[in-house]
């Protein structure tokens, strides 16, 4: 497999002893683990999808980092908001309404 040329971390709150428990979790993080797969796929993204454990953006969750950018969104809690980021990294743009200052 050749290395993505973005690589997508969706934060799913995951602790040390593996219990999944804090902001990004509880508001359902994980459900757009597919979404995301399908939309990179859909659109022909060379782009990889990863939950993560907890990224310490509690006040922000939902949380969605893309790098090598290194943007990081926050507060990701619609398909609509995935939208809107993929849609910015396609043009090689940012999602400014979801980006974390």
Known sequence: MDKPKHHIFVCASFRADGEAKGMCNKKGS??????IE???LDRGL?????????????????????????HW????????AVDEILDALEDGEVAESYLIE
């Open 38 to 40: 399908n939309e990179i």
């Open 73 to 80: 969104y926050g507060r990701i809690e619609n398909e609509a």
């Open 30 to 35: 994980i459900g757009f683990l597919p979404y």
């Open 46 to 70: 060379d782009a990889q999808v990863t939950s993560t454990g907890c990224m310490k953006a509690c006040d922000h969750g939902p949380v969605m980092i893309i790098y090598p950018e290194g």
